[in-house]
Every structure is written in C-alpha cells, then in structure tokens.
C-alpha cells in the first residue's frame, strides 16, 4: 500500500494541522520575554475573557449543583442514604463536572470570541499591518490571550464548583430539608485535596491552554473574509469541545 | 539611474503555477515619488509585497537599501522593515486603540523613549497630517480620508528611509484624495523619503509622481516620468493611460486560475 502525502489527504490533514498547531504553540512560547507590555496585556485579557464569563459560569453552576443534587437524592432515597448526596456532588464535581462543563462553556463564551477578534484582525489587514511594522503577531496577540486562558480557566473552574455547592446546599437543605450539619461534614470527610481538588486544578489548566490555544490558533490562520471568520469561531467550539472530552478521559484514567 | 534605493532585478513570481510576473526589473531611486500603475489584477501590490518581504520571488532578487530582502531570515527581515513604512488599502488601524495608541505603536515597540517624548512625536505627526485633536478619538468614529491620515502618521512615525502606499486615494472624495496626495508629497519632501505609490488614479498619478512603472500581462511594459508615459505611443501605455477599452490589454476574464493568483490592488 501507498499512502501519498498530499495537503488535501483527508487522513493525513487532522495529523499534519496538529504538528501545525505544535509548531505554532512552540513559537509562541519561544518568543517569550516577560515584559510590562506582556503583563498588562495579559491582565487585560484575563479581565476580557476571564472576568466577563464569570456571570454566565456562576449562573451555570448553581443549577448543575441544584439538579445533580435533586437526581442524587432521588437515586439515593431508594437505597435510605440521602444524607450521602453532599459527597456524591461534591466528588462528581471537583473531579470531572467543574473543570469539564467550565471548559465547554469557557470554549462557547470565550474561545469563540478570542477566535473572531483574531481573525476579524486579519480580515481587517492589522495582523498584516503589524508584520510590516516589524511586530510579531503571535507574541503581541496569540500570546497574551493563550496565557489569558491559562489564568482564566482555573479561577472560573473554581467559581462553577463554589457555585453548584451553592445550588447543591439551597436545594437539598433548604428544599428537601436535609440537615446542614450532616451535608458539610460529609463533604469535608469525603473530598480529599490532592486527589480531588488538585485533580480538578489540573485538568481546568490543561483545558484552558488547550481551548486558548485552539482559539487563537484557529484565529490567527482564518482566511481574511466573513466566512474564514464564521469557520474559525465554529472550528474553535467544536474541536474544544471534542478535545477536552479525550483530555478528561486520558488525565482521569491517569490521575483516579 | 544613480544609486536606486529599491533594485528589483529579473523577479519572476508565481502563485499556484501561475506566472503573476515575469522577468520584472525597477531601479527605484532615493528620495523620489514613484508610481506603480497598471490594470487590476496584475501584480502591483504584489511588487509592494516582494520590496517588504512578505512574499517571496520564484526567481530574481530584491534588493532594499543595500539589503537582500528575498533571502533575509524572520528576524532580519523584521529589522529591515523597522526602515520601512507601509500604508495599506483600508488603513489597517488597530481597532482596540485610540488614533494616539495607533500612531504610538512603532514607537513603543521599537524605541526606548519616555512617555514624554513619545506624546510629542505623536502630537507632531497628527499636527502634521491635520488631525490634531483626535488622539482621543477610536477609529471607526473616523471618516475614511481622516483614517487613512492616521495611518499615514504611523507609517512615517519611525522616520522610515522608504514608504510603500497600497492605492492611498481608493474609496475618497476629491477633497481628500488632494488632502491625501499634498501629504504625501510633503512627508516624502520633508523627511527626505522614498514612496513607492501603487495605484490605478492616472489623474492622481500626473499631479504626484516623479517617475512611474506600468505593468501589465505579467511584464513591466513602460517606466518614465508621468510626462513622458502620457506622450508615449505605444499602444498598451497609451490604452491604459488614456483608458481606452480597445487595445492590447484584455479587460476579459481569462480563467480561474489567473483571477485568483493576482493580488487585490
């Protein structure tokens, strides 16, 4: 068999767009000079991105915790062990439903808004108009937003859990009537710092470098026209969305 | 021609196997106005792009003050172009930042000046090119002959040896395609400049230019001073500087290929 390499192989496209997206990722980071100019942009892209999802997160979270916390019971009365539902959210959330559900919000609400400024700004000529002007895009754009994502996506991730523990308290106490002291100390028994809490942490990190990344780097290669920019932003979700779901599986087969 | 500042020697350029221009050579001198002119579609902003090193040429040289820019690196090329001012099509302003931002960007980024001295520069081009006043302001509340006054600001704020304008006067009216042309004509005076001008305005082109190069079906077909070009014989000049619809240049569509290998001009 012969496989010829072609840029339109469809087998071969997927593998060769990630080496693209490798490279661009190396060249990001290579470039790095921890400048003012780097820390004020970053923070103010921490604010764009960060700061402006945190409505959207908060509001998200409350309702996963109200409804994880109503199936839980209602699963969990049929054996007379309601008073266990603080360590089933607690453990479905800091584990995989806080960094994952953030990570997919965090793609719809930011990662496509980082997608079509980028690519708005080549459609636009400034990415060109900054080449020319001997300024490298990648370090003045790409970088600032990625590492933005990076800062972002922890915060907000524990933003979503604080959040849904929240919706979790109102409904099963304030609700089913289930008693306060039994549901905190379930939880502070059963969620163990460095198996749950840190595994969540670390996953968020990995998902937010990985939806930043494929923002700006779906951005930053958009064909300059409306609908390059159209694809960008609908290439950004949709691979977000599949990719942080492997990540999830491949860092939780290692990290349980 | 003495001591060109540009020298385009023998460039042949391609895109997809499509010949865009072939065996074009210019010698463009310092300090002079230079117009590249020629129909729609035959490489003029091409030839802007192979002078600031974006594209490169199949074959040829391109030789920018003394510099091989066909066969610089990134980091070179990016310290060539730190001499070199562009002016695109639509301005190209950075739309998150106000008309002072957008002017004090090269500074910022390629100068060690204080804030200070960085105001006063900016406050002197933008008096220069008469929009005083509108530091304040963000590009789109711009009308487009005021953008394309700021980005010409930008362009000259480094003090570049060479500015390369992409149709400066496309899309003005006449009053400020004249505003336009006058500061061009002035910057380029003043600063002692080189400005090599693409566009297809041959009324423009009579009152502004010091020399001029035609292009057309992927060769150089004339160059002289705008003078000389309009008192030419030769049937193709004389098509396009008198717009003539019959004559050796095709105004038809010939095949895919071609329409999307030429540049936008």
New interface residues.
């Given amino acids: 068999m012969k496989i010829h390499w072609t840029q339109n192989s469809k087998l071969l496209a997927p593998i060769a767009e990630t080496g693209h997206c490798g490279i661009f990722l190396a060249r990001m980071l290579s470039g790095i000079r921890f400048e003012r ?1 780097l820390l004020i942009s970053t923070l103010q892209q921490t604010y764009l991105i960060g700061a402006r999802s945190l409505v959207i997160i908060m509001i998200c979270g409350f309702f996963v915790g109200m409804v994880l916390s109503l199936q839980s019971i209602n699963a969990l009365q049929q054996f007379g062990a309601s008073d266990q539902v603080s360590l089933l959210v607690g453990k479905s959330l800091f584990r995989e439903l806080g960094p994952v559900l953030t990570a997919l919000l965090f793609a719809g609400r930011a990662g496509t808004s980082i997608a079509a400024e980028i690519g708005l ?1 080549k459609a ?3 990415i ?2 900054m ?6 895009p990648v370090q003045r754009i790409a970088l600032p937003r990625f590492l933005a994502g990076l800062i972002s996506l922890p915060l907000l991730t524990a933003m979503f859990n604080a959040f849904a523990i929240l919706g979790a308290v109102m409904f099963s106490i304030g609700v089913m009537g289930l008693d306060p002291g039994i549901f905190w100390s379930k939880l502070q028994t059963s969620i163990y710092f460095s198996k749950d809490f840190m595994g969540g942490v670390w996953k968020s990190v990995v998902f937010g470098g990985l939806v930043s990344l494929i923002a700006v780097y779906f951005g930053y290669y958009a064909k300059p026209t409306g609908e390059g920019v159209g694809t960008a932003t609908t290439r950004t979700v949709v691979m977000s969305s599949v990719l942080v779901l492997i990540f999830d599986f491949i860092m939780t087969s290692f990290l349980i | 021609m003495k001591d060109p500042i540009i020298r385009i020697r023998n460039v042949l350029f391609k895109r997809d196997e499509k010949v865009v221009l072939d065996d074009v050579s210019m010698n463009i001198g310092r300090g002079k106005i230079v117009a590249i002119m020629g129909p729609s579609g035959v490489g003029k902003t091409t030839i802007l792009r192979l002078i ?1 090193g ?1 594209l490169q040429p199949s074959k040829g040289s391109i030789e920018v003050d003394g510099k091989l820019v066909s066969s610089l690196s990134r980091r070179a090329l ?2 060539c ?2 001499d ?1 001012g ?1 002016l ?3 301005g ?4 998150d930042l106000t008309v002072f931002e957008n002017v004090a ?2 500074l ?3 100068s060690d000046l204080i804030e200070k001295d960085i105001e006063e520069r900016v406050m002197a081009k933008l008096e220069s090119v008469g929009l005083a006043g509108t530091e304040e302001l963000m590009p789109h509340s711009l009308s487009g002959g005021m953008a394309r006054r700021v980005a010409l600001a930008r362009a000259v704020i480094m003090n570049p040896k060479i500015v390369l304008f992409d149709e400066p006067m496309t899309g003005l009216d006449p009053i400020a395609m004249s505003t336009v042309g006058r500061l061009i004509r002035e910057t380029n005076d003043q600063l002692g400049l080189t400005s090599v001008i693409v566009t297809h305005n041959v009324v423009q082109m009579k009152r502004l230019v010091d020399y001029c190069f035609i292009l057309a079906g992927e060769k150089l077909i004339a160059e002289g001073t705008p003078e000389e070009l309009m008192q030419s014989d030769e049937p193709a000049v004389d098509q396009f500087m008198n717009g003539r619809v019959e004559g050796p240049i095709s105004f038809k569509y010939q095949n895919a290929a071609s329409s999307s290998a030429t540049s936008p001009s």
């Fill in positions: 100019e700004m636009t000529s400034q060109e108009a080449q020319l002007m001997a300024i490298d | 600031s974006q990016y310290d172009r730190k070199i562009v695109l099509q639509n190209a302003l950075f739309t960007t090269p910022r980024e390629h």
